[in-house]
């Protein structure tokens, strides 16, 4: 949407220049029309993405944040709706209906690609998902900033004191009804890009929280960047495959709960993209 309109409003000024300069009286305006359109619009996303740089500048990542902050949600969604067709990706995604939207949740999902928070952050928009990610992000320019404003928890993966806090920390978010959690079971992406065996402690936010676990997959997003680079474009596929209400899982151990969502995982994805265990 951010995209359109500002493609809209270049063809509207590159018009109005080639009004007020007499092109169209003449052919002119054949080569004046598409390089003033050209122009002003390299000129907005330059102003887009300099108005990013300002907004993180006032972030204090030392502060924490206390709940969703509904500006930089709204900023983050509309540039992440506007990157996925730069980068040649386009998302079919079904189930959404089944996501609630009077409750907060547990969003799980398989996880191939870094470009996999990116897809979630749009097509879950609306729904106020925060998403755990690791400590390392934290530095990274404009990424850290945005995650610590939309109440985004990293988390030590190599410290399961540390971790444990993270994990207190979002039964708390889901609790106080701030913001929904996302989580990649995995923990993280391996070389092979394959489903691989999950960390099941994070199930054990949702039966703390007492909210219902979203269990979605995504298909082929190991393919954007590599295609991106071939100037190709991707297909990828969103599916929420099942909403597990509380009571489903409320009396199982977490390792239970995390082989059943891998075993759901693993039928919708299939064995080639499975990895042997």
């Keep these: 949407m951010l995209l359109r309109g500002f493609g809209i409003i270049s063809l509207a000024v590159a018009t109005v220049l ?12 054949l080569w004046q029309l ?8 390299v000129i907005l996303v330059a102003g887009a993405f300099l108005y990013l740089v300002l907004l993180c500048n006032r972030v204090d990542l030392d502060k924490e944040q206390e709940s969703d902050d509904t500006h930089y949600r709204k900023v983050l969604e509309a540039y992440v709706e506007s990157a996925l067709p730069v980068l040649r990706v386009h998302v079919t995604a079904k189930g959404l209906n089944k996501v609630p939207v009077d409750r ?3 969003l799980v999902c398989n996880h191939c690609s870094n470009i996999d928070p990116v897809i979630l952050l749009d097509k879950f928009a609306g729904h106020q998902v925060a998403f755990i990610s690791k400590k390392e992000n934290r530095d990274m320019f404009l990424v850290g900033k945005m995650m610590h404003k939309l ?3 990293l988390i030590d993966r190599e410290n399961d004191r540390e971790a444990l806090k993270t994990i207190l920390k979002c039964i708390q978010i889901l ?13 993280y992406i391996l070389p092979h890009r394959k489903l691989h065996e999950f960390r099941p402690g994070v199930f054990k936010i949702a039966q703390k929280a007492k909210v219902p676990i979203v269990v979605c997959t995504l298909k082929d997003t190991a393919n954007a960047i590599p295609n991106l680079l071939h100037y190709r474009p991707s297909e990828i596929e969103l599916s929420v495959l099942q909403v597990l209400e509380y009571e489903e ?4 151990k977490t390792v239970e709960i995390a082989d059943e969502i891998y075993r759901m995982m693993a039928q919708d994805l299939g064995p080639d993209r499975v990895a042997q265990t």
């Design 104 to 106: 907060r949740f547990l």
């Design 249 to 252: 899982f409320a009396s199982k």
């Design 175 to 187: 609790k106080d009804d701030k913001a929904s959690i996302g989580v990649f079971p995995e923990g």
């Design 151 to 153: 109440q985004c928890q």
């Design 18 to 29: 080639c009004l007020l300069t007499g092109s169209f009286e003449g052919y002119g305006w």
């Design 34 to 41: 598409p390089l003033f359109s050209l122009g002003i619009l």
